[in-house]
């Protein structure tokens, strides 16, 4: 191969990306070649495992199909970009179900983009602003990065850290995994001053810097999974022990004038998944209009600012036969609520 040829293959490679069929006559005009070399370039990224189908006849041509493994994806400097801002917003914004892929695929591709790319994606980030979820927590998604990275490469972790009271402290950490709650992110990891385990609010977390010294990861607390530990099941194992511990277990016991699906597409999932139910005692408190019923019975360790604040966004009628703090939480909401509404204008 020629010094030229790696070039004219990657140029090769994204054009075959995009989705359409491309003519031999059309790349090798592309690629300023002729068709000969394009049939024998087409060849070498078979042997490389690109599945490029040919089409025979005289509106013929080339196009790459999905194949059974997934060889080494070629971006050119916009696509890189786009990406790479599309997974800061869904790892910035704990989007369920693809946060913490968002957050694996992020660290990668920031490993390898160039310094003028990761400038370009920074600037752009810098210059949006995101909606703040409900609970008024945000994050940068270059700490989570960081934060994974650090994990991933088993490298200790110096950072600042913020308490609940708002005591300023400065830590140093052996990074283990870090956990998404859906609502918020945190990171479980040994504090080398405090010799023990901890988990961290990542939005309470500032400066991380990744000091560039490599650690042995140690068992947690109750696990069997050796000296490596047993990875993301360990971790979200004793992230919910850690969590149990520090807040009081909400049972909730509602009633839904809504039917399942409804609630179920609006509520949730880490506050659990409703029956189908009929109303209290038998009754339909939501009328005739509200359909079928359902009744949700779980435990939660949220708070019950949270709880409450949820269960109305269901936009539906529902009533709370549990616990009893929760239901006088929702009475003195209502009555200051009722109050605002009758305010004078």
């Not at 992230?239 to 609630?263: C, H, I, K």
């Amino acid at each position: 191969m020629t010094d030229t040829t790696p070039a004219r293959l990657l140029k090769l490679l994204s054009l075959l990306q995009t989705p359409r069929e491309w003519p031999g006559g059309e790349l090798a005009e592309r690629l300023d070649v002729t068709p000969r070399t394009i049939r024998r370039d087409i060849d070498r990224l078979r042997e490389l495992g690109y599945p490029v189908e040919a089409s025979r006849g005289s509106a013929g041509g080339y196009r790459l199909v999905a194949g059974a493994a997934l060889p080494p994806l070629v971006l050119d400097d916009e696509e890189a970009v786009a990406i790479a801002v599309g997974l800061r917003a869904g790892a910035g914004h704990a989007i369920e179900g693809v946060d913490e892929a968002s957050v694996r695929a992020l660290a990668k591709l920031e490993q390898v983009l160039p310094a003028r790319l990761r400038h370009r994606v920074s600037s752009l980030q810098n210059a949006t602003v995101a909606l703040a979820r409900g609970d008024g927590s945000t994050i940068d998604p270059r700490t989570l990065t960081t934060l994974a990275s650090a994990a991933t490469g088993q490298e200790r972790l110096r950072f600042a850290y913020r308490s609940r009271e708002g005591t300023e402290t400065r830590r140093q950490v052996e990074p283990y995994r870090l956990v998404s709650t859906g609502r918020r992110w945190y990171l479980v990891a040994y504090d080398l001053l405090r010799e023990d385990w901890r988990t961290f609010r990542v939005d309470r977390v500032s400066e991380p810097f990744a000091t560039g010294a490599r650690f042995t990861p140690r068992p947690l607390p109750g696990e069997s999974g050796g000296a490596d530990g047993g990875g993301a099941e360990d971790a979200a194992r004793y992230f919910a022990r850690s969590m149990a511990g520090r807040q009081p277990e909400l049972r909730l016991d509602v009633w839904f004038g809504a039917p399942t699906a409804f609630v179920v597409a609006r509520l949730p999932p880490t506050l659990g998944v409703p029956e189908p139910v009929p109303g209290p005692d038998g009754e339909n408190p939501g009328g005739e209009d509200s359909g079928n019923g359902c009744r949700l019975r779980s435990s939660c360790t949220d708070s019950l600012e949270w709880v409450a604040l949820r269960l109305a966004l269901v936009d539906c009628e529902f009533t709370v036969q549990g616990p009893p703090e929760l239901v006088e939480h929702l009475e003195r909401l209502g009555a200051r609520l009722t109050r605002a509404a009758g305010a004078p204008r």
